[in-house]
C-alpha cells in the first residue's frame, strides 16, 4: 500500500504562518483569563466510553471516536453488543473530562474552582468551513458558585479577551433553559418531548416560523400544541421587553428568579465591559447540550453567520460521578473559528520581535562560522529573533519563502568577506 502524504479527512496540517498566530492567541487567552482568576488545568485526551455515551452530549454523542479494545480484551467473535469491542473514546469536547477531573479531585481543589482548559478534541463530524474533525477548544469553567456572579465572569472574561483580539460589534446572545421548558410546558409539550422540540427551535433561524411549525407537526406533535407554542414567539416579536412578556405569559410555570436572573446578568456585563459587543436577550437560543440546567450563552460575530464560541451552568453534572450536585458554568470559545477570521482578515502580531535571516555562503566554515553564530546569539540577546541559514542557489525565491514567514531583513555572509574582516 502506497503512504498518503495527506492528512486525514477532516484533520489538517498547520503551517508555520498560522501557527505563530495560533501561538499568539492562546498567549493573550491565558494571559487574560488569568487575570480573571482561573488555573490552567490538562485532562487526556481518551475517556471511558461510558462517561461520553451517557446521554448528555447531545448530537455529539453520534459522533465519538470510539475505540476497540486491545489484545485479549479484543473478542469480535463472540462480541454481541458495541460494549463487548468498545471501552474508550476520544473526547468531543472538555466539558464531560473537565467534570470527570472535578469529581477525581475536588478535595484537592479550591472552592470556587475556576479552571481553564484548551486541546484538542475530536468529532467524527462532516468537514466544512471553519469545522474540522480534529480542533482546538479553549474552555472557563466555575465549579461552586451558585449565583449568577459566574454566567457574570464568564462572559466578561471571554468579551474581554475577544476584544483584544480586536473583534468588535459581536454579540453575545443569551437565554436559560427554565425559560425554553416553561415555553413549552406552557403550551403542552410533555417533558419527554423537550429535546426534541428543542432540536427544530433550533432551526428557526434557519427556516423561519412555518418551517418549524411544520416540523414539529412533522414529529407528530398536535396542531394546537405547536401554533400555542409559536404564538409565544410571535408575541416576542412584537414585546417591547421580551423578558416581561414571557414573565406575564408564563405566570406560575417560570419563576421570577429566571427572569430576573437573566436581567441581572445583562446589566451587570452591560455596566462593566471592557469591550465593544452588545449582549441581547434570545429566546430562541437553545445549545446543543442536553446537560444544561440555566443560563446559556452564545457567541455571534458579524459576517460569519455561525457561532464562534458558547457555554452556560451544567449544575447536575457533577452529581452524575460523585452522587451529590455541585453548581458548575462555563464558557468556550469556538477557537478554529477565531483563527480562520483572523487569519483571512490579513491578522498582523502586534508587537511581534524583529525576525532576520542570516543567510550564510556554502564554504563559510570553522571560525567564520562561529563568528556568524556570535553575531546570531548577541541579536537574539537584544530580542531579536534570528534564523541562521545556508544560503540556497536562487537566493531571490529563498527570501521571498522567508518574507512570508515574517522576516523582515536579511543579512549575508560571504566567505570573501569574512576572510576580509
Keep these: 500500500m502506497a503512504l498518503s502524504k495527506k492528512p486525514v479527512t477532516g484533520m489538517r496540517d498547520i503551517l508555520p504562518g498560522e501557527m505563530q498566530v495560533r501561538d499568539y492567541v492562546i498567549g493573550v487567552i491565558k494571559e487574560t483569563y488569568g487575570r480573571f482568576g ?34 485479549e480484551k479484543l473478542n469480535v467473535a463472540q462480541a454481541q ?5 468498545v471501552d474508550f473514546g476520544m473526547r468531543y469536547d472538555l466539558t464531560v473530562p473537565l467534570v470527570r ?8 481543589l479550591p472552592a470556587p474552582f475556576k479552571a481553564l482548559q484548551m486541546g484538542n478534541v475530536w468529532r467524527a463530524d462532516r468537514p466544512q468551513r471553519g469545522r474540522y474533525r480534529q480542533f482546538m477548544q479553549c474552555d472557563i469553567d466555575i465549579f461552586g458558585e451558585e449565583s449568577n456572579l459566574a ?8 468579551t474581554t479577551t475577544l476584544g483584544k483580539l480586536g473583534f468588535q460589534g459581536f454579540e453575545i446572545r443569551i437565554n436559560d433553559r427554565q425559560l425554553l421548558k416553561a415555553m413549552a410546558s406552557s403550551s403542552g409539550f410533555s417533558e419527554e418531548d423537550y429535546d426534541s422540540v428543542f432540536i427544530t427551535l433550533d432551526k428557526m433561524d434557519k427556516i423561519g416560523m412555518d418551517g418549524v411549525k411544520a416540523e414539529l407537526l412533522e414529529n407528530g406533535f398536535a396542531p394546537d400544541i405547536a401554533e400555542r407554542y409559536l404564538e409565544l414567539y410571535r408575541g416576542l416579536e ?88 455541585v453548581p458548575a458554568c ?57 534564523l541562521v541559514a545556508r544560503m540556497n542557489k536562487n537566493k531571490k525565491f529563498q527570501k521571498e519563502q522567508l518574507t512570508a514567514e515574517g522576516y523582515e531583513a536579511f543579512v549575508e555572509f560571504y566567505r570573501e568577506a569574512l576572510k576580509n574582516g
Design 330 to 386: 462555563g464558557f468556550s470559545i469556538g477557537f478554529e473559528r477565531i483563527i480562520l477570521l483572523l487569519t483571512e482578515s490579513g491578522f498582523r502580531i502586534p508587537n511581534a520581535p524583529k525576525r532576520i535571516a542570516y543567510l550564510v555562503e556554502k564554504g563559510v566554515e570553522g571560525q567564520a562560522m562561529a563568528d556568524v553564530i556570535a553575531k546570531a546569539q548577541a541579536a537574539r540577546e537584544e530580542g531579536v529573533q534570528v
Design 151 to 158: 454566567e457574570i465572569e464568564l462572559i466578561l472574561a471571554t
Design 101 to 108: 477531573y472535578y469529581s477525581n479531585n475536588a478535595a484537592q
Design 81 to 85: 453488543e458495541e460494549g463487548d469491542v
Design 38 to 71: 482561573f488555573t490552567s488545568i490538562e485532562t487526556p485526551c481518551m475517556e471511558n466510553i461510558a462517561n461520553l455515551s451517557n446521554k448528555q452530549g447531545g448530537e455529539n454523542e453520534k459522533l465519538i471516536f470510539k475505540v476497540l479494545k486491545r489484545g
Design 238 to 325: 412584537q414585546a417591547e421587553n421580551g423578558l416581561d412578556y414571557l414573565r406575564e405569559k408564563l405566570g406560575e410555570n417560570l419563576e421570577s428568579s429566571v427572569t430576573e436572573g437573566l436581567r441581572e446578568i445583562i446589566e451587570s456585563v452591560n455596566a462593566a465591559k471592557a469591550a465593544d459587543f452588545r449582549i441581547v436577550f434570545d429566546p430562541t437560543l437553545v445549545r446543543g447540550m442536553s446537560y444544561y440546567t440555566g443560563p446559556i450563552f452564545e457567541i455571534v460575530m458579524p459576517g460569519l453567520g455561525i457561532s464562534c464560541g458558547g457555554g452556560g451552568r451544567y449544575d447536575k453534572m457533577v452529581g452524575k460521578f460523585t452522587g451529590k450536585d
